[in-house]
């Protein structure tokens, strides 16, 4: 009987433990962050709706975000009547990850963007970014900092001690930050309204609470952290000298507009070497695959295959061939590259598999395959 019931007590926990995982907040529509930031890592906030803190001058007609180590212009939906103490808030783009003939940006004008500049040319990427549809929110800093405040001007509080509270997201499980904190095997972020923040130097555990940062099981807890606010650079993070349980407070919505652009279609293989069907490859050749848009290259592990397939020949070994991939952000290309050289005259063939993601939205890579014929 006792053990019936211990068993009964521990699936009753499971159950529990995986109803509070389901109902974890996801990250919020809109992301508070800083301009540092946004130059910094503009691969992870474009295409996405921010809001953030700057001052902002205008100049020959556009209006930027002051002293930025790169330009950031923003085109307003509705022209403020004050630009004073308060955030931007607008969709994110890098004018260089997008084609100049792309047709979802045909409304706008960029041609004073790129004479003001890059001298009249289509930037390169991470040069050049815009701000488009933005809005202006009158919105002073909270008198006691909150993880929103220190996310959109850690400038203010660098160096200062914070009590923050906010929901434990483990190791960055959910993507609410551009960079790893990489200080100690126990950071952890933060999480709350549309703002997070790396927390550092004590394992997030006390009385009772003991959270592990690689488990999604544990995140949506709520944590009070007191601590020194630290920066470097665009990375921002607070140096925890204790942690406790937390109560969720009633937290104030934050509004998010609807996109103004359409999502970008979805990625696809624009170009192979060899080519689809090909004869007479050369069996040491590497295969080469270019993508139309940005990839995740985490999301290649495992999901790429290659085989021989048809009849072998006599003597051709049974095991199909050893290869390592990798692959070039700048090119968008991936790169089979093989251990040994490949069977003579036989048929291969090459698979990615459902889970390849693109970098800006996660939108999946139709699963995906083609073959080829060695040569002599």
Not at 121 to 136: K, S, Y
Not at 302 to 311: F, K, L
């Amino acid at each position: 009987m006792r053990r019936r019931r211990n068993s009964r007590s521990a699936l009753i926990t499971a159950v529990a433990a995986l109803a509070a995982a389901t109902a974890t907040p996801q990250p919020p529509g809109r992301i508070a962050t800083s301009a540092e930031a946004l130059v910094a890592s503009p691969v992870f906030f474009h295409g996405r709706q921010i809001t953030v803190r700057r001052e902002l001058v205008e100049a020959r007609g556009l209006t930027e975000l002051a002293s930025t180590s790169k330009p950031i212009f923003v085109f307003w939906r509705e022209a403020p009547t004050t630009t004073r103490d308060g955030e931007v808030r607008g969709e994110f783009w890098d004018l260089g990850r997008l084609r100049p003939d792309d047709s979802r940006f045909s409304s706008q004008n960029f041609g004073p963007v790129l004479e003001a500049a890059s001298r009249g040319e289509w930037p390169a990427r991470d040069q050049v970014f815009v701000i488009l549809g933005a809005t202006f929110v009158e919105s002073p800093l909270p008198q006691q900092p909150s993880i929103r405040a220190l996310a959109l001007a850690p400038e203010k509080y660098a160096d200062r001690g914070v009590t923050i509270a906010g929901r434990f997201r483990g190791r960055n499980l959910f993507g609410d930050l551009p960079l790893p904190a990489g200080k100690s095997r126990w950071d952890f972020v933060l999480q709350a309204a549309d703002g997070a923040v790396w927390i550092t130097g004590l394992r997030p555990r006390g009385k009772g609470f003991d959270l592990d940062v690689e488990a999604r099981v544990d995140t949506g807890r709520w944590l009070e952290v007191t601590g020194t606010v630290r920066r470097d650079g665009s990375l921002v993070w607070v140096e925890a000298s204790s942690i406790a349980l937390a109560s969720a407070p009633t937290e104030t919505p934050v509004e998010v507009t609807v996109p103004t652009v359409p999502r970008e279609a979805p990625p696809r293989v624009v170009f192979t070497a060899p080519v689809a069907n090909e004869t007479d490859v050369e069996v040491a050749a590497p295969v080469r695959l270019q993508f139309s848009r940005d990839m995740q290259a985490a999301t290649f592990r495992d999901r790429v295959r290659v085989a021989y397939t048809g009849n072998a020949p006599a003597g051709a070994p049974a095991s199909p061939p050893q290869f390592t991939v990798n692959y070039n952000e700048g090119t968008r290309a991936l790169e089979i590259k093989f251990a040994f050289r490949l069977d003579r005259f036989r048929t291969v063939r090459v698979d990615l598999l459902e889970g390849i993601l693109s970098a800006v939205d996660n939108q999946p890579l139709a699963p995906w395959s083609m073959t080829f014929t060695t040569g002599g």
